[in-house]
């Protein structure tokens, strides 16, 4: 006798999953990955609980569905006390994704793993990073390698231009300094509230061009009272209207990759998760095809 096996799905949830997908690998034009890390958190932990969060607030918020866009959802790397090996493993997944023809989605953790991703990216043409801080410190708290240092060793080890940092309004003499010797553009949260459209237009013309682009959102850049879910909330920051409508124009022009990060889901009262999903689907609504798999 057969045995049918279909019953099982039938009667049985797995668990959450990115929007729902049970989409493969092979399908996709998207293969999101979780990265469950924050060991290095300076202030309050718990952004390793970030990828379940999205997941769970993802499947339950009404997303826009103007066309269908084919993720899959690869699961979570595996947890690690290790910066060195949570970079390793972002980096191995990243160029795999990227070699299958796929664009990364990852969700963090905290903002660190960006520096595992960018380098293995192959050729990338800008990295546009929402965020309220720089994190261009030297060191922080005795180590080189933390979520307030990652974008400085970032730019010591490879070349990336343009650098466009959007939101920021808080920052440490001597991130302001490394920002302007490294060639970083900023647009502070104050050019955006007070005046949206210059703010377009400013990276609209900074990003001009521009095919094959980093985005990386750390969700601080919203003001905490629309996402009180953060490691480290900063008041002053953009709404989530903001938000979009800028993450639209940049993915727009073209995606390589895009993570989220620095969700706290423990003090998060379910906000910070759906602004969060919402930017990453914008993004992935809004960018064009594949650029790295039609090059
Ligand atoms: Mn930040």
Same mark, same amino acid.
């Given at each position: 006798m057969k045995m049918n096996r279909n019953w099982i799905e039938f009667l049985f949830y797995r668990g959450p999953s990115f929007v729902g997908t049970d989409t493969s690998f092979e399908d996709a034009d998207y293969a999101v990955f979780g990265v469950p890390f924050d060991a290095t958190s300076s202030f309050r932990p718990g952004s390793r609980f970030a990828?379940?969060?999205?997941?769970?607030?993802?499947?339950?918020?009404?997303?826009?569905?103007?066309?269908?866009?084919?993720?899959?959802d690869l699961g979570d790397l595996h947890i690690t006390a290790s910066v060195d090996v949570m970079l390793r493993r972002v980096g191995e997944a990243v160029e795999r994704i990227v070699e299958a023809g796929k664009i990364p989605v990852i969700l963090?953790?905290?903002?660190?793993?960006t520096l595992g991703s960018v380098l293995r990216l192959g050729s990338i043409d800008g990295l546009v990073i929402f965020d309220a801080h720089l994190d261009m410190r030297s060191e922080f708290m005795d180590t080189r390698v933390n979520h307030t240092t990652w974008l400085r060793r970032l730019l010591e080890e490879g070349e990336i231009k343009p650098v466009i940092l959007v939101g920021a309004r808080t920052y440490a003499e001597e991130e302001f300094a490394a920002a302007y010797d490294m060639g970083v553009q900023l647009i502070t949260?104050?050019?955006?509230?007070?005046?949206?459209?210059? #703010?377009?237009?400013? /990276?609209?013309? @900074?990003?001009?061009?521009?095919?094959?682009?980093?985005?990386?959102?750390?969700?601080? *850049?919203?003001d905490p009272g629309y996402a009180p879910g953060v490691s480290?909330?900063?008041?002053?920051?953009? #709404?989530?209207?903001? /938000?979009?409508? @800028?993450?639209?124009?940049v993915a727009a022009k073209g995606l390589a990759a895009l993570d989220i *990060?620095?969700?706290?889901?423990?003090?998060?009262?379910?906000?910070?998760?759906?602004?969060?999903?919402? #930017?990453?689907y914008y993004a992935m609504l809004s960018s064009t095809t594949s650029s790295l798999a039609s090059r």
């Open positions: 990828p379940l969060s999205l997941r769970i607030m993802s499947e339950y918020l009404e997303l826009p569905a103007e066309r269908m866009i084919r993720i899959c963090g953790g905290e903002h660190t793993l949260s104050a050019e955006i509230f007070l005046d949206l459209r210059g #703010a377009v237009k400013k /990276l609209d013309a @900074l990003t001009s061009g521009l095919r094959n682009i980093y985005l990386s959102i750390d969700v601080d *850049v919203l480290n909330p900063e008041p002053g920051g953009i #709404a989530p209207i903001h /938000l979009y409508e @800028l993450v639209k124009l *990060v620095e969700v706290n889901p423990l003090f998060d009262n379910g906000s910070a998760a759906a602004c969060a999903v919402y #930017a990453a």
